[in-house]
Each structure stands twice: as structure tokens, then as C-alpha cells.
């Protein structure tokens, strides 16, 4: 054999050396962030960042479970969602539970530029160290071609305020003062579908991307300014959102996604949020190869999937 053989094989055990380096890495680093419980920072540094948290969509879901655990750890509490009487409870369970002040702002996020105002206006007065952009929404109730999916054009605009423009634009209220202050975080909910397009849930994905995507570059914008952005990617959590999930042992409680996802910070600045959702995020990006799900066969398969995994709806709720 001649040394181009020589010279090939070289090349194939350097590329498998630096696959193996790398899922080690990876592993490595999975190990670091969720693992290791001396490296977490804890509650005091949390709250040195200043003593309100604000948090959108906060009366449900993975917002309210964000809401009472920083208000375990010793923060007051901004509640922002649509529904005031909800609001209003929900702060007086915080209150009640952990002794922490709060505060409630009624906003509708799929509304466009003209309700930040009154959201400037209730955080005027407030030292916000912790600001959690976790509204969000799917819109469509079952994964669907988007010509299928009722009322295109609304549900368009309701993704892109709702999902886009609210992170945005709370950023822009809450980051001039942390920047003078030089302290801050920013946690931008994302999901798990922020890698790659994803068919069936093309605008969900799609804004999902840009909060990864802004967060990243706005997080090195003002690393050295004291302020810290990271972006939570979760794949299955409890809640309205994926109450039609048949198996309810691929979904996680919230609580204990907001608790070990908090434990986080300070560590990385992009997590799935836990070991398990971490686990749950690489087995789907094996399974599921961005090039298959592209495929013209990816959205007949994700379609039969998602019947096999969501509980039989009566047929009026598909659209
Ligand atoms: N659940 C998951 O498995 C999962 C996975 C990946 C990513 N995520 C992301 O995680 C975030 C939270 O999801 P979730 O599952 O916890 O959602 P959820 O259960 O639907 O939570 C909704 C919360 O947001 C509020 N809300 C909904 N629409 C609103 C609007 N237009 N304006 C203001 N508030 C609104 C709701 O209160 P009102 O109804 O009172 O307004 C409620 O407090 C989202 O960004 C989602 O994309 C979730
Ligand atoms: C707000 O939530 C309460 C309690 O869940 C519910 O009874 C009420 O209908 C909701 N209001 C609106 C405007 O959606
Ligand atoms: C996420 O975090 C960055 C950093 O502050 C912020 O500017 C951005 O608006 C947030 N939202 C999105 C969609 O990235
Ligand atoms: C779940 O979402 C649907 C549709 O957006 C809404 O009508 C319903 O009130 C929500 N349920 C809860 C418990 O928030």
C-alpha cells in the first residue's frame, strides 16, 4: 500500500479522535451544569443582582413554577399574563408561601408596540435583577401544515408578538438599568425545536430561533458588562402546552424543571435546563435528523407521530 493509505488512515483516526473529544466534551459538560451540586451558585448571588424578578406568562406552566421558586430564593415577584384575576392570585400565593412582595402587570403579548408602555410604567420604580422571558405560545393546538392551521394570518401575527416581539422588547425596558447597575440576568425561555426548522411547527420553531439566536448575540453584547443572558431550551415540561401528550412520563413537572433549571445559572448560558430534558433533546436529534424531518417524507412521518404520541381529540379541535 502506497503512503496515500498512510496518509488516509491518519485522517480517519484524527476525525474519529475528534468525535470522540467532542460527545466527551459534551458529556463533560452535562456532568458540570447539572451534576455537580458545590459549583451552583445559590440563592445570596441570585439576589445580588437586585430584588425584583419579573416573569411573562407567569400564572401557568413553566412561568409560575419560575415565579415561585426565584421567590423561594429570596426575590419579589412581577407577575405579568392576560387574565388579572388569575394575576392577582396567584401573586397573593407567593406572597403566602414565601413571604416575598409582589406586583402584577396585565399584558396581552400577542398585542404589538403599544402595551409596553404600560409594562415600562410597572417596572419603573423596581430594581430588577432577574428578568424570565417565558411567554410564549404554540398557537395551533395540533402540529399542522400551515395552510391547515385556522386563521393564518392571525396566528402569524400571535406567534411573532406573542413569541418574538415580547422578548424583545421586555429586554429593551428591563436592560438599560441593569447595564448601569452592572448586574443582571435575562433567561429567554426557548425550546428545543431553536436548533433547526421543524416542519408542521414552522413559526413556532422559527421564533424559537430567534430567541436563541438574539439572545446569544445580545448575551456577548453585555458580558462584560455585568449582565448575564441565558437561554433555557427545554423539549417536554407539564403544562397547558402539552396536555395532550399521551405519555406522561416523557414530561417533566415544572417545579422540578424551575428548580434544577435556576441551578443552572451563572453555569452556562444555554441548557436544555436539566439532565433529563438535556437526555430527552440529544435522543430526539438522533432519531429525528434535521435532513430526515426536511425530507419529502419528513412531514408525513412527523404528522403520524404526533397522532401516536397526542390522545384522540373529538375532531372539531383539529384543524
Ligand atoms: N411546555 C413545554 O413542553 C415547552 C417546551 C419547550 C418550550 N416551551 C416554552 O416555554 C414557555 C412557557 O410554556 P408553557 O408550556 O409553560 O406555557 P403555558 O402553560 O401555555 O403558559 C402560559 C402562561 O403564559 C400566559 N400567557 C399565554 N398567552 C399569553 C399572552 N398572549 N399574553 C400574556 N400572557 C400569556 C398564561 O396566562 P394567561 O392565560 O392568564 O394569559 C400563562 O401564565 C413558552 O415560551 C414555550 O414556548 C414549553
Ligand atoms: C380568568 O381566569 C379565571 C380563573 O381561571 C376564569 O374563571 C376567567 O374566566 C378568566 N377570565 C378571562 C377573561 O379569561
Ligand atoms: C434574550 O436575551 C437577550 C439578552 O438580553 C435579549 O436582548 C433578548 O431580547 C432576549 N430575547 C430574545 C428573543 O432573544
Ligand atoms: C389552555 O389553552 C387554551 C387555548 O389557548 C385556553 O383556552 C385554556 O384556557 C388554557 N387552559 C389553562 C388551564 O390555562
Not at 476525525?15 to 452535562?30: F, S
Not at 416575598?100 to 409596553?116: K, M, N, S
Request: charged share 20%; hydrophobic share 45%.
Amino acid at each position: 500500500m502506497g503512503p496515500e493509505w498512510d496518509a488516509l488512515r491518519a485522517l480517519g483516526a484524527a476525525a474519529a479522535l475528534c468525535l470522540l473529544l467532542r460527545a466527551a466534551w459534551g458529556a463533560g459538560c452535562a456532568v458540570y451544569v447539572h451534576l455537580l451540586p458545590p459549583v451552583r451558585r445559590g440563592a445570596p448571588w441570585l439576589r445580588a443582582h437586585g430584588a425584583w424578578a419579573v416573569v411573562t406568562g407567569a400564572t401557568g406552566g413553566i412561568g409560575r413554577a419560575y415565579a415561585h421558586e426565584l421567590a423561594r430564593r429570596g426575590l419579589n415577584i412581577v407577575l405579568i399574563s392576560r387574565n388579572l384575576s388569575k394575576l392577582e392570585q396567584e401573586a397573593k400565593e407567593i406572597e403566602r408561601l414565601h413571604g416575598r412582595l409582589t406586583r402584577v402587570i396585565q399584558a396581552d403579548f400577542t398585542g404589538g408596540l403599544e402595551i409596553y408602555e404600560a409594562v415600562k410604567a410597572g417596572l419603573e420604580d423596581l430594581e430588577v435583577g432577574v428578568l424570565v422571558n417565558n411567554v410564549g405560545t404554540l398557537y395551533q393546538k395540533a402540529m399542522a401544515r400551515l395552510l391547515d392551521c385556522e386563521d393564518v394570518a392571525k396566528r402569524l401575527s400571535d406567534v411573532i408578538n406573542c413569541n418574538i416581539m415580547s422578548v424583545a422588547q421586555m429586554t429593551a425596558i428591563v436592560l438599560p438599568r441593569m447595564v448601569s447597575r452592572r448586574k443582571g440576568i435575562v433567561i429567554n425561555i426557548s425550546s428545543f425545536l431553536d436548533q433547526k426548522p421543524c416542519p408542521l411547527l414552522s413559526a413556532y420553531a422559527a421564533s424559537k430561533a430567534f430567541v436563541r439566536s438574539f439572545s446569544q448575540a445580545v448575551g456577548a453584547e453585555y458580558r462584560s458588562r455585568g449582565v448575564l443572558v441565558q437561554t433555557v431550551s427545554p423539549v417536554m415540561i407539564e403544562s397547558n402546552m402539552t396536555s395532550e401528550v399521551k405519555y406522561r412520563t416523557l414530561v417533566l413537572n415544572p417545579v422540578d424543571f424551575a428548580r434544577q433549571a435556576l441551578d443552572t445559572l451563572g453555569l452556562t448560558s444555554q441548557t436544555s435546563g436539566c439532565f433529563s430534558q438535556a437526555v430527552q433533546d440529544a435522543l430526539l436529534a438522533l432519531l429525528l435528523p434535521s435532513w430526515f424531518c426536511l425530507s419529502r417524507w419528513g412531514p408525513k412521518v412527523l404528522l403520524l407521530l404526533n397522532k401516536a404520541v397526542t390522545k384522540a381529540q373529538p375532531s372539531h379541535n383539529r384543524p
